[in-house]
């Protein structure tokens, strides 16, 4: 626990706290959603492989965009970043045609006024990668948005400058990931303005939290796609004919420990550090 850190915000799995007027401390719990629900049962080591994986990401990126990484703290789970004015937007990236994206294909053949060549099936992959920004709704799923609305709420000249970066960014991780065996299909990245009103990228970066990763494997387009890190949980969930509505079931020993053991893969496929090394010293990603 922060030593007499304000606690700031929640979110479904991570917690945020004041460090001082400057600096916020980012807290990855273990605890794991699934259709929108958390879970009773923690995943032991999750928030440990997000951090770790965001931080790699964080100092990889480092040439194409600043960001609001200051230090990862020795238990591993926790981030000490900048505090930002954060833009009122998801900024999402598309290479394939999956969830909300392949949602509004089927209805509209386009996605957030991206017009896509007829006839794509689930989860194909696009000409190009897409920005595809949404707003945080109130309550429920993130609200996708078009060029126009995105530009209201930013203005022309940032959002074209998000876009390209996220782009940028997608196109470095997406490319490392599929060396590796990894398809990151999608992702949503967040950013801010430090003091000056240079852009921030901040919030998490290319964990299986905040983007869709596939094994390349078993990439079969024409059809929703095994999540790398969720299908245990996901069949799990499945096989007892559960609502999807709270509270979620409990999860047997062997569900968690194929579980922890796909978090666990994903970081060491990714970061190629072995996870053990990253536990005795977690900064050893940032290197
Ligand atoms: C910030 N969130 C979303 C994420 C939560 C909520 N560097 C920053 N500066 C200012 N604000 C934020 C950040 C970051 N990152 C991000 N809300 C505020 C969020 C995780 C858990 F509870």
């Given amino acids: 626990m922060p030593e007499a850190?304000?606690?700031?915000?929640?979110?479904?799995?991570?917690?945020?706290?004041?460090?001082?007027?400057?600096?916020?401390?980012?807290?990855?719990?273990?605890?794991?959603?699934?259709?929108?629900?958390?879970?009773?049962?923690?995943?032991?080591?999750k928030g440990r492989v997000l951090t770790g994986l965001s931080g790699f990401w964080f100092a990889r990126t480092r040439p194409l965009v600043a960001n609001h990484l200051l230090g990862l703290r020795a238990d591993g789970r926790s981030t000490e970043c900048r505090r930002l004015a954060m833009l009122p937007l998801e900024c999402v990236v598309r290479g394939y045609l999956s969830g909300s994206g392949w949602k509004d294909y089927r209805a509209t053949g386009n996605v957030c006024g991206h017009a896509l060549p007829a006839g794509l099936v689930e989860s194909a992959q696009l000409p190009e990668p897409i920005f595809t920004p949404s707003t945080k709704a109130q309550e429920g799923h993130d609200e996708n948005i078009d060029r126009a609305r995105a530009v209201e709420l930013v203005g022309e000249e940032r959002f074209q400058e998000v876009e390209?970066?996220?782009?940028?960014?997608?196109?470095?991780?997406?490319?490392y990931a599929a060396a590796r065996g990894i398809v990151l299909a999608d992702t949503k990245l967040e950013f801010g303005l430090d003091a000056d009103g240079t852009l921030v990228l901040a919030d998490e970066a290319f964990t299986p939290d905040s983007s869709r990763f596939w094994p390349a494997e078993e990439y079969t387009?024409?059809?929703?796609?095994?999540?790398?890190?969720?299908?245990?949980?996901?069949?799990?969930?499945?096989?007892?004919?559960?609502?999807?509505?709270?509270?979620?079931?409990?999860?047997?020993?062997?569900?968690?420990?194929?579980?922890?053991?796909?978090?666990v893969e994903a970081f060491e496929t990714l970061t190629g550090i072995g996870f053990d090394a990253y536990l005795a010293d977690p900064e050893v990603v940032l290197r």
Avoid: M, N
């Fill in 5 to 45: 850190a304000a606690h700031v915000a929640s979110g479904k799995v991570r917690e945020i706290y004041a460090l001082d007027d400057e600096r916020l401390l980012l807290v990855a719990s273990d605890r794991i959603s699934t259709f929108d629900v958390v879970l009773p049962t923690e995943i032991p080591d």
């Fill in 164 to 175: 390209r970066v996220s782009l940028e960014l997608y196109r470095f991780a997406s490319d």
């Fill in 221 to 263: 387009p024409g059809g929703p796609q095994p999540s790398f890190d969720k299908q245990f949980v996901r069949d799990y969930c499945e096989s007892l004919g559960w609502e999807k509505t709270p509270p979620g079931p409990e999860l047997p020993d062997e569900v968690v420990a194929g579980t922890r053991a796909r978090y």
